[in-house]
């Protein structure tokens, strides 16, 4: 597609429940990362992913969130038994390469929303 | 720890207008440092990238510095149009081992026609 792509855009669980987001980079990214977006807060880097390089899991706040690659394309963000603290927007980025290199400019998809009731 | 802020939080002014957004980082070991906008209810959108070795980097109205030794880095519009109201983010790519960029909070920026 022409930008990233993320789904569902809103998303509002019962406190408990696991949820499941995706993202679909754009064709021919190697990179892509997660963050998560408080209200009136920056970007917290929760994981990135680089081609079939093991992924840097450094941001992940607890155990209940997890995320997968499939090669170079898809990925989901899991979250088990939702807390109320895990409303925020979830934003995943890709980019052409990696950290530090001189075209890593970042392409953002419109987030999804989450609401933990 | 590296940390990134931004002030002020907030900023409205007149249409036409020059400003100057700022952002400032507590350590100089960086490899760039990022200037984004974010619209309502849209992602992201890369401005500007300004490698460590670099002074400026400029787009159309927009110009952002980088002054590494003091820490600091300012995004400068000119003549400023209600379509560049958003939040403006900046972020920093740190040199360690991490090296995930440190996002700033941001400057909602609203521009008065």
């Known amino acids: 597609g022409a930008g990233v792509s993320q789904s569902p855009s809103n998303k509002v669980t019962e406190k408990g429940k696991d949820v499941e987001l995706r993202c679909d980079p754009i064709?021919?990214?190697?990179?892509l990362y997660w963050y998560r977006q408080r209200l009136g807060q920056g970007l917290e880097f929760l994981i990135y992913f680089q081609g079939n390089s093991a992924p840097d899991k450094s941001g992940l706040p607890s155990d209940r969130f997890s995320a997968e690659r499939t090669g170079e394309s898809v990925s989901t963000l899991t979250i088990q038994r939702t807390q109320q603290e895990d409303s925020a927007v979830y934003l995943c980025?890709?980019?052409?390469?990696?950290?530090?290199?001189?075209?890593?400019?970042?392409?953002f998809g419109s987030g999804t929303q989450l609401s933990v009731l | 720890k590296q940390e990134v802020t931004q002030i002020p939080a907030a900023l409205s002014v007149p249409e036409g207008e020059n400003l100057v957004l700022n952002c400032s980082f507590t350590d100089s070991a960086i490899y760039n440092l990022q200037w984004f906008r974010q619209d309502p209810g849209k992602g992201l959108t890369s401005l500007l990238l300004?490698?460590?070795s670099q002074r400026e980097q400029t787009s159309g109205r927009l110009n952002a510095s980088l002054d590494k030794s003091s820490g600091r880095s300012t995004l400068y519009i000119a003549a400023s149009q209600p379509g560049d109201s958003a939040t403006y983010l900046c972020?920093?790519?740190?040199?360690?081992?991490?090296?995930?960029?440190?996002w700033g909070a941001g400057t909602k920026l609203i521009i008065k026609p």
């Open positions: 064709s021919g990214h190697t990179a």
């Open positions: 972020a920093v790519r740190p040199m360690d081992s991490n090296y995930q960029l440190i």
């Open positions: 980025a890709s980019s052409l390469a990696g950290p530090g290199a001189t075209n890593e400019k970042l392409f």
């Open positions: 300004i490698q460590s």
